[in-house]
Each structure stands twice: as structure tokens, then as C-alpha cells.
């Protein structure tokens, strides 16, 4: 039951984390990745129109609330850069960027589980649940063979 959990929520993630990324993103490239691995998980899951719809609903609000913090990581990363350029290393100033990235991170990550916990309980129905936990079991297998077992993809 915890590996079903574990793989429904990494294919939850994939489909919220590259429809996030590329909605957020301006280069025709990002939106283009992310609605196709939209479209090829909406084809695995054989969801309706109306699933699609809802699912992009949550995002789309979710989303509002992740702009701000999207902005501030995004903003962190240039303060560090700018702390470390030219070979420069401020420890505490590092310490200081690195923890508030910390924390907006625990906000995306909080953010994002939500969104999977909602769509796999609001929108799926107990078969596409089923084929979403194989799905993530097959992309398990392949990270592991990749990777190694230490790469492993979460579910809700």
C-alpha cells in the first residue's frame, strides 16, 4: 500500500511539476514539454475533458499562490550568485540566502503535495488511480535502473 502511495504521488508530481514549470517559464519550449507530458499522462490515465479541466483548475489556482514564491526562489538564487561571484564566500550571508531558500522550498514542496493529494482523491477515479500507481512503478523501475534505488519518486 505505501509503494501504491509512493508512485501515485511521484506521477501526481511529474504532471504538477511540469505543468508548473512550464507555465511559468516563457520560452516556447517549456510550455511545449509541459503539455505534452500533460497529454501523455492524461492518455496513460484515459481522463475525460472534464478531469483534464478540473486538474488544470487546481493547478491554475495553486499556481496564483506559487507565483510569489516561485519569484522569491528565483530571487534567492541571484542573491547567492551574486554573494559567491568572483570567487567571494561570505559563510554567514551564505547560510542566510541558503535558509530562506529553505524555507520557500518547504512552501513549493507543501504546495505541490497538496496538489497531488488533490488530484488523485477530487479528480481520478479508482481504475485511473490503479493504472496511475502502475504508471509510477514503470518510471520507479526506470529510475532505479538509471539511477540506483536511492532515486525514488514519491505519491501522495
Request: charged residues 25%; glycine residues 6%.
Given at each position: 500500500?505505501?509503494?501504491r502511495?509512493?508512485?501515485?504521488?511521484?506521477?501526481?508530481?511529474?504532471?504538477?511539476c511540469?505543468?508548473?514549470y512550464?507555465?511559468t517559464?516563457?520560452?516556447?519550449?517549456h510550455r511545449?514539454?509541459?503539455?505534452?507530458?500533460?497529454?501523455?499522462?492524461?492518455?496513460?490515465?484515459?481522463?475525460?475533458?472534464?478531469q483534464?479541466?478540473?486538474i488544470?483548475s487546481?493547478i491554475e489556482?495553486?499556481h496564483?499562490?506559487?507565483?510569489?514564491l516561485?519569484?522569491?526562489?528565483?530571487?534567492?538564487?541571484?542573491?547567492?550568485?551574486e554573494?559567491?561571484r568572483?570567487?567571494?564566500?561570505d559563510?554567514?550571508?551564505?547560510?542566510?540566502?541558503?535558509?530562506?531558500?529553505?524555507?520557500t522550498?518547504?512552501e513549493?514542496?507543501?504546495?505541490?503535495?497538496?496538489?497531488?493529494?488533490r488530484?488523485?482523491t477530487?479528480?481520478?477515479?479508482?481504475?485511473?488511480?490503479?493504472?496511475?500507481?502502475?504508471?509510477?512503478?514503470?518510471?520507479?523501475?526506470?529510475?532505479?535502473?538509471?539511477?540506483?534505488?536511492?532515486?525514488?519518486?514519491?505519491?501522495?
Open positions: 500500500m505505501k509503494k502511495i509512493l508512485i501515485m504521488g511521484g506521477l501526481v508530481a511529474l504532471v504538477v511540469g505543468t508548473v512550464a507555465a517559464r516563457q520560452g516556447g519550449f511545449l514539454f509541459g503539455h505534452r507530458l500533460m497529454d501523455h499522462i492524461a492518455r496513460r490515465l484515459d481522463l475525460t475533458e472534464t483534464q479541466t478540473q488544470k487546481i489556482a495553486e496564483q499562490k506559487a507565483a510569489p516561485l519569484e522569491q526562489a528565483a530571487n534567492n538564487r541571484q542573491q547567492l550568485h554573494a559567491t568572483g570567487g567571494k564566500f559563510e554567514v550571508q551564505v547560510r542566510t540566502i541558503a535558509a530562506q531558500q529553505a524555507q522550498m518547504t513549493l514542496i507543501v504546495m505541490r503535495e497538496r496538489i497531488k493529494a488530484i488523485y477530487e479528480v481520478l477515479t479508482a481504475e485511473q488511480r490503479s493504472k496511475a500507481d502502475q504508471l509510477i512503478q514503470d518510471m520507479q523501475s526506470r529510475f532505479a535502473d538509471r539511477f540506483g534505488e536511492k532515486f525514488t519518486i514519491s505519491a501522495p
